[in-house]
């Protein structure tokens, strides 16, 4: 079955700081891999997505993921941090066995960032 | 286009009732799932419905049910609630199957 492990629980970082948020998967197929971000009292935002081609995957509000098959990661990161990131981030792998597609996600990781 | 959308925003029960949660999903879509998010975790897949059938069942028991209408909304009916029932529920929908799921902004469901 599919599962994903997201390291660390809280992250904090300076405004202007790089952003590094971690998740490691497991699939016993080729995985199909999202990062999703949740703000106070609201729903998940697709942030990006990784099927396949390129390892590289950028998506909106300059946050981009490397999709790496040897370490089995999909760590996030943003190049610098401004106060409106701050909100949860989870990430996710699509599991389509039986015929639906459901996703299974991290128990994901509040990021702070600090002015 | 209007985004998906779930009512109420919030509800309180007590153990042993019943509930009944809504989503109204983007227009054309005809796949709806369901997740139970608990305090501090990540969201759990309650079920998934494609035109009008269940097509996928997480960890969940029967009391846990749900219906799609052809209308685009669905519904997430739990019985016998229970305390741990107390959490976020969202739901998604999608054009398709396999297609990006596009999220509410969930109910926040107390259950005393």
């Known amino acids: 079955a599919q599962s994903v492990t997201q390291l660390g629980s809280h992250v904090s970082v300076s405004e202007g700081a790089l952003v590094l948020l971690r998740c490691n998967y497991s699939?016993?197929?080729?995985?199909?891999l999202f990062w999703y971000v949740q703000y106070p009292n609201q729903g998940l935002q697709l942030l990006l997505k990784?099927?396949?081609?390129?390892?590289l995957v950028k998506g909106i509000n300059g946050f981009e993921a490397e999709f790496k098959k040897s370490e089995t990661s999909f760590h996030l990161t943003k190049p610098s941090a401004h106060m409106s990131d701050a909100a949860e981030y989870f990430c996710?792998?699509?599991?389509?066995?039986?015929?639906?597609?459901?996703?299974?996600f991290g128990k994901g990781t509040k990021l702070t960032v600090n002015p | 286009e209007t985004g998906v959308t779930q009512s109420p925003t919030h509800l309180i029960k007590t153990r042993g009732q019943q509930v009944t949660l809504r989503c109204s999903s983007q227009?054309?879509?005809?796949?709806v799932s369901w997740y139970q998010q608990a305090l501090g975790q990540g969201p759990q897949f309650i079920f998934q419905?494609?035109?009008?059938?269940?097509?996928g069942r997480g960890n969940f028991p029967p009391r846990f049910s749900g219906l799609q209408f052809p209308n685009y909304s669905s519904e997430l009916n739990v019985n016998a609630l229970e305390l741990d029932d107390s959490a976020l529920y969202l739901c998604?929908?999608?054009?398709?199957?396999?297609?990006?799921?596009?999220f509410g902004p969930g109910t926040r469901l107390t259950v005393l």
């Open positions: 990784y099927t396949t081609g390129a390892t």
């Open positions: 419905y494609y035109r009008e059938e269940e097509n």
């Open positions: 998604a929908s999608s054009l398709d199957l396999y297609s990006e799921q596009f």
């Open positions: 699939s016993s197929v080729p995985p199909y």
């Open positions: 996710a792998v699509s599991d389509r066995q039986g015929g639906s597609e459901k996703l299974v």
């Open positions: 227009s054309g879509h005809n796949t």
